[in-house]
C-alpha cells in the first residue's frame, strides 16, 4: 500500500491532546501514513462497545489497514499490548479483548506480546500507552516490520463475549447493543434472522423491551413513519432498531444497553 492506512478508535474523545499526540508520534515515524479516525467518542472505559464499533467499521477498510483500538482501563497494569495479525488486517492495543472480535470476523492468523523496546518510544509512560506503545508499533508495522518482530506470539489472549440473540418459538429474543447519538437503540437482532420468521419490511412487531409490550411497524426508511412515532428498522449495519421519527427513542423509552428484548410478528402469541 503506497499510502498505508492506520485506523484509531479510542475512548479519549477530542477535547484533550491525546489524540494528537498518538498522530504526532505516528507521522514522526511514518510521514506517509493516512490516518483515519473511526470514533474518539466510545464511553469511558467501555471495553464492549468499543470492540462492537470496532467490528463494524473494520470490515469497510481496504486490505491491509492498520487498526489502533485504545479503551484501556487496565492501562498500567499487568495486561499485555498485542498486535493481532488477521487475514485482512492487523490490530494493535491492548489484551482486553478490544480487539479480538473484528479479528475473528476475517480469521485470526496470530496474536504477538509487543516486547521488542526498539520499536517503541524511549520513555513509556504509567497512563499513556496509545502514544508510547501503541502508536509507534502501528507505525513500524506500516514501514514493514513484521508482527513477529515485535515479541512472542500468545494463545492466551483475552476474548470478549458479545451476546448471542436466539430463536425461541416464534420469538427472537436480543439485547440492546448500544444506542447512538439519535438515540436509536440498536440490538444484536441481524435482519438474516428476522426473515427466518418472515419478518419483513411493513411487518407490525409485537417487541417486549423494559417490561411492556409494543406494536411497532418494521419500516424501510424514518420518514415512513409519522413525526414522534416509535418505530422498528433494519439499520445501517443490518441490525433491527427501535427509534422514534425525529425524536430520541432510548431517552423517551428509557433504553438502557444491556436491555434485553424479545420480538415476534404481532399476529404471533407470544
Do not use: W
Not at 495479525?85 to 485470526?108: C, F, K, T, W
Not at 502501528?138 to 483475552?158: E, M, N, Q, T, W
Not at 476474548?159 to 447493543?177: A, F, K, M, Q, Y
Not at 423491551?209 to 433494519?234: C, F, P, Q
Amino acid at each position: 500500500m503506497e499510502r498505508p492506512i492506520i485506523a484509531l478508535l479510542t475512548d479519549f474523545g477530542t477535547s484533550d491532546v491525546y489524540v494528537a499526540e498518538m498522530k504526532a508520534v505516528i507521522l514522526s515515524i511514518c510521514p506517509k501514513a493516512e490516518i483515519v479516525d473511526i470514533t474518539h467518542d466510545i464511553p469511558k472505559f467501555n471495553v464492549r462497545l468499543g470492540a462492537i464499533k470496532l467490528l463494524e467499521a473494520s470490515r469497510y477498510f481496504p486490505e491491509g489497514t492498520i487498526h489502533v483500538g485504545v479503551v484501556d482501563p487496565g492501562v498500567g497494569t499487568a495486561r499485555r499490548p498485542i498486535i493481532v495479525h488477521a487475514e485482512r488486517h492487523l490490530y494493535v492495543g491492548p489484551d482486553n479483548g478490544l480487539l479480538i472480535p473484528a479479528a475473528m470476523q476475517e480469521g485470526i492468523k496470530a496474536v504477538y506480546h509487543i516486547e521488542n523496546r526498539k520499536y517503541l518510544l524511549p520513555k513509556i509512560s504509567r497512563t499513556f500507552h496509545g502514544r508510547d506503545i501503541f502508536a509507534p508499533t502501528a507505525a513500524h508495522l506500516a514501514l514493514g516490520v513484521k508482527p513477529s518482530d515485535f515479541g512472542r506470539k500468545i494463545d492466551d489472549y483475552i476474548v470478549i463475549d458479545l451476546p448471542t440473540p436466539r430463536i425461541v418459538g416464534n420469538s427472537i429474543e436480543g439485547e440492546i447493543l448500544y444506542i447512538d447519538q439519535f438515540g436509536n437503540s440498536v440490538t444484536n437482532i441481524p435482519e438474516e434472522m428476522l426473515r427466518k420468521l418472515g419478518i419483513r419490511d411493513g411487518c407490525t412487531l409485537r417487541v417486549q423491551l423494559r417490561g411492556r409490550e409494543m406494536k411497532l411497524r418494521l419500516v424501510s426508511a424514518y420518514g415512513e413513519a409519522e413525526v414522534g412515532e416509535v418505530l422498528a428498522i433494519i439499520g445501517n449495519e443490518d441490525l433491527l432498531e427501535v427509534s422514534i421519527n425525529r425524536g430520541n427513542a432510548a431517552e423517551s423509552l428509557k433504553i438502557k444497553v444491556g436491555d434485553r428484548i424479545r420480538v415476534s410478528l404481532a399476529e404471533d402469541r407470544v
